[in-house]
């Protein structure tokens, strides 16, 4: 692995764009697919726009997105199937966390960093950073090389993009929707989050004004505590006493702090007031263009806290804009991370350290898939279980909310937009596959989804098993001399199981709700195809 300047070879068999987690696996299962049929490795690159002296792994590292969402698998699956908590991932992932010394959910970006540049030099991958696309060549429908705004072209018969906002497939010519246009909403958007770091916060010191935070704004005769929540209510009494009784879970006991093994989980919104009172302005994301969410805090090591918490609206276009710009934070994102980190130094936080990049959760999706993935597809169960190429569990996150979809959906005579099954599903690659450009895949958040697909799509997690499938796919259409979009699952799946690789699959499907889900995405204007 190299980051110079590659002046003398500029041919390669695949190239990665974007050093997003996916996109780098995904180099790193077509490279040994294709010295397990050979005994040779396939000369490979791997270029993004990031800086790579500040490490390689897009949002995880770069954006130190330290708290990974994992698969979530129901009890009565794990216990009558024998699985993990997070049952059973996929064989790549699975490798990733192990050398990257994830014991749940906590990911130290520098350990992750080091893991991914020891697999790509394994790999013999090249990589080149901080570069402008100026062009795509073509050759027919299939992409021909890249070339960059520094006069450089690059060749290769295998494009992977791992992009949020599918950049090589928009220069391409890909049809990208942007926002949740999928629902007919191409301006609403999920929110960014600058992931900031505490050192030197204890936890027990953290509880501690957790505690007291709970109780000044559940007790009615607290003046002081009474007059902020008002203030992080917008003044407005019903949402104030909704917060309050927030506070308590139904049993009447205070929501306090969850702290797992290497993780804590804020059940409760007492930070989060907290800070919106001292800000003077309200608990809303729209209102407010922030919000400090309750947060998902990864403990690592050295004393140090991750947090997953500080959010900020975005439009569809503008997080286009953001991802164009290598997520980088706006001068207000900058600025109201210093007034945060300002507060909790108030109350004895030592150190308050924020990301270089931004979490872009969502930039749009693209269209002209070889087989679109919606929502309903997920809760039928994905792809059959002779096909399926790992199993995958999520809710339908769209953490921030999708602005406007309850309106749209009132106006179609729709008053219940929740799904609050989680889908637990059969994975495959087809909805990662470009049928207008059949050399290109598509592995991230942008890939192929329908409708609510993308709340549950664009987890890591899945995305590195669909990564695994199209490396060895890539490696199957170089060696056979056939355009990527026409390998099947399985074939993949054939490759999985003579290797040993193929995880347990117990995909299940919802048809009450997968039905009622499917008639949602169909009347707001989601073009549900054929599951992938």
């Given at each position: 692995?190299?980051?110079t300047t590659?002046?003398?070879n500029?041919?390669y068999?695949i190239?990665?764009?974007?050093?997003e987690?996916?996109?780098?696996?995904?180099?790193v299962?077509a490279?040994r697919?294709?010295?397990?049929?050979?005994?040779?490795?396939?000369?490979?690159?791997?270029?993004?726009?990031?800086n790579?002296?500040e490490?390689?792994?897009?949002?995880?590292?770069?954006?130190r997105?330290?708290?990974?969402?994992?698969?979530?698998v129901?009890?009565?699956?794990?216990?009558?199937?024998k699985?993990?908590?997070?049952?059973?991932?996929s064989?790549?992932?699975?490798?990733?966390?192990?050398r990257?010394?994830?014991?749940?959910?906590?990911?130290?970006?520098a350990?992750?960093?080091?893991?991914?540049?020891?697999?790509?030099?394994?790999?013999?991958?090249d990589?080149?950073?901080?570069?402008?696309?100026k062009?795509?060549?073509r050759?027919?429908?299939?992409i021909a090389?890249?070339q960059?705004?520094?006069?450089?072209?690059?060749?290769a018969?295998?494009?992977?993009?791992?992009t949020?906002?599918?950049?090589?497939?928009?220069?391409?010519?890909?049809?990208?929707?942007?926002?949740?246009e999928?629902?007919?909403?191409?301006?609403?958007?999920?929110p960014?989050?600058?992931?900031?770091e505490?050192?030197?916060?204890?936890?027990?010191?953290?509880?501690?004004?957790?505690?007291m935070?709970?109780?000044r704004?559940?007790?009615?005769?607290d003046?002081?505590?009474?007059?902020?929540?008002?203030i992080?209510?917008g003044?407005n009494?019903?949402?104030?006493?909704?917060?309050?009784?927030?506070l308590?879970?139904?049993?009447g006991?205070?929501r306090?702090?969850?702290v797992?093994?290497?993780?804590?989980?804020?059940?409760?919104s007492?930070?989060s007031?907290?800070?919106?009172?001292?800000?003077?302005?309200?608990l809303?994301?729209?209102g407010?263009g922030f919000?400090?969410?309750?947060?998902?805090?990864?403990?690592?090591?050295?004393g140090?806290l991750?947090w997953?918490?500080?959010?900020f609206?975005?439009?569809?276009?503008?997080a286009?804009?953001v991802?164009?710009?290598?997520?980088?934070?706006?001068a207000?994102?900058?600025?109201?991370?210093?007034?945060?980190?300002g507060?909790?130094?108030?109350?004895?936080t030592?150190?308050?350290?924020s990301?270089?990049e931004?979490?872009?959760?969502?930039?749009g999706?693209i269209?002209d898939?070889?087989?679109?993935?919606?929502?309903?597809?997920?809760?039928?169960?994905?792809?059959?279980?002779?096909?399926?190429?790992?199993t995958?569990?999520y809710h339908?996150?769209?953490?921030g909310g999708?602005?406007?979809?309850?309106?749209?959906?009132?106006?179609?005579?729709i008053?219940?937009?929740?799904f609050?099954?989680?889908?637990?599903?059969?994975v495959?690659?087809?909805h990662?596959?470009?049928?207008?450009?059949?050399?290109l895949?598509v592995?991230?958040?942008?890939?192929?989804?329908?409708g609510?697909?993308?709340?549950?799509?664009?987890?890591?997690?899945f995305?590195?098993?669909?990564?695994?499938s199209?490396?060895?796919?890539?490696?199957?259409?170089?060696?056979?001399?056939?355009?990527?979009a026409?390998?099947?699952?399985?074939?993949?799946?054939?490759?999985?199981?003579q290797?040993?690789q193929?995880?347990?699959?117990y995909?299940?499907?919802?048809?009450?709700?997968?039905s009622r889900?499917?008639k949602?995405e169909?009347?707001?204007?989601?073009?549900s195809?054929?599951?992938?």
């Open positions: 692995m190299t980051s590659l002046a003398a500029r041919t068999d190239i990665g764009f974007g050093d987690v996916p996109g780098v696996l995904a180099l299962a490279s697919e294709y010295q397990r049929r050979t005994g040779k490795k396939p000369r490979t690159l791997l270029m993004f726009k990031g790579s002296q490490g390689i792994g897009g949002h995880l590292v770069r954006g997105l330290a708290y990974l969402d994992r698969s979530r129901p009890l009565d699956i794990r216990q009558s199937l699985l993990d908590t997070f049952g059973d991932p064989a790549l992932y699975k490798e990733f966390l192990q990257s010394g994830v014991i749940q959910i906590a990911l130290d970006p350990k992750a960093d080091a893991a991914l540049r020891a697999m790509l030099r394994e790999a013999d991958v990589v080149i950073s901080r570069l402008e696309i062009a795509v060549l050759n027919g429908t299939q090389g890249i960059l705004t520094k006069g450089e072209t690059y060749l018969r295998q494009f992977i993009d791992s949020v906002n599918a950049e090589l497939a928009q220069f391409a010519g890909v049809k990208k929707l942007s926002g949740f999928t629902f007919g909403l191409p301006e609403s958007e999920l960014v989050t600058l992931v900031f505490t050192e030197g916060l204890t936890i027990a010191r953290l509880k501690e004004v957790e505690s935070l709970i109780k704004f559940y007790n009615l005769n003046r002081t505590g009474q007059e902020q929540l008002a992080a209510a003044g009494a019903k949402l104030a006493e909704q917060f309050r009784k927030d308590v879970d139904a049993s006991n205070f306090s702090m969850y797992g093994q290497d993780h804590i989980d804020m059940r409760c007492a930070l007031l907290a800070y919106h009172a001292f800000r003077g302005k309200p809303s994301l729209k407010s919000a400090l969410d309750p947060g998902n805090i990864a403990i690592l090591p050295g140090r991750s997953n918490a500080l959010m609206f975005t439009t569809g276009s503008q286009e804009a991802a164009r710009a290598g997520a980088k934070p706006t207000l994102m900058v600025e109201e991370m210093q007034r945060l980190a507060w909790f130094k108030s109350w004895g030592p150190t308050v350290r990301a270089t931004l979490y872009v959760r969502h930039a999706n269209s898939v070889v087989a679109p993935l919606s929502g309903a597809d997920m809760l039928w169960g994905g792809v059959p279980a002779n096909q399926a190429l790992a995958f569990g339908l996150d769209v953490r999708i602005d406007g979809l309850g309106a749209k959906a009132m106006a179609k005579g008053s219940n937009i929740g609050h099954t989680s889908p637990l599903f059969n495959g690659f087809h990662a596959l470009v049928k207008t450009v059949p050399n895949a592995i991230s958040p942008a890939s192929g989804f329908d609510y697909a993308c709340s549950a799509g664009r987890i890591v997690e995305n590195v098993a669909v990564a695994q199209v490396g060895i796919a890539a490696a199957i259409a170089l060696l056979s001399n056939r355009p990527l026409t390998i099947t699952n399985t074939e993949v799946r054939q490759v999985l199981e290797t040993k193929l995880p347990r699959i995909g299940k499907p919802d048809q009450s709700e997968a889900l499917s949602f169909i009347a707001l204007g989601d073009n195809g054929a599951i992938a």
